[in-house]
């Protein structure tokens, strides 16, 4: 769904089983099942001790435009809620139609770059090595209720 959106350098990148299994075993891993075929998840990094990051969200296009993105970001949220952060981050497409709008309608909000902590400024450096040109992202944010 990205394609024409992100460079192919992005578009053929695929995240590791290691990566995977530590999100998994430390409980930063949700998984959306068809069936009992895995067709989404959401993967949190953490960028400090203080800053989950939304690294990943997937959503299999045949399962797409159901609910189940929303229900993944939901579901990351109130981990971050629970676990007593006060936020969590991402960085998005600016200009996917349905990206950003996505977010906002999920209660993300963009953070002004001159406002990124350097663990965020690290996230968009690595995306521009990737092809992600900085102009291309947004990097938002969701704050908890506390």
């Known amino acids: ?3 024409g959106y992100a460079p192919e350098t992005a578009l053929n990148e695929t995240t590791d089983e290691a ?3 530590d999100a998994a075993s430390q409980g930063r891993l949700w998984v959306a099942p068809a069936a009992e075929t895995p067709v989404g998840f959401a993967l949190v990094e953490m960028l400090a001790d203080d800053l989950p990051h939304l690294e990943e969200l997937d959503v299999e296009p045949s399962h797409g435009r159901r609910g189940l ?3 993944l970001v939901r579901a990351v949220c109130d981990w971050v809620t629970v676990s007593g952060y006060s936020a969590i981050t991402l960085t998005t497409f600016r200009a996917v139609p349905w990206n950003l709008p996505f977010y906002t309608r999920l ?5 002004p770059r001159h406002l990124l902590r350097r663990e965020l400024e690290a ?3 690595r ?4 092809g992600l040109t ?3 992202r947004a990097v938002m944010s969701y ?3 506390t």
Do not use: K, Y
């Open 134 to 136: 900085p102009e291309t």
């Open 19 to 21: 990566t995977f299994a």
């Open 1 to 3: 769904m990205l394609r």
């Open 69 to 71: 993105g929303t229900a």
């Open 123 to 125: 996230v968009v450096s």
């Open 143 to 145: 704050r908890c209720a």
């Open 107 to 111: 209660g993300f909000t963009e953070i």
């Open 127 to 130: 995306e521009a090595a990737h």
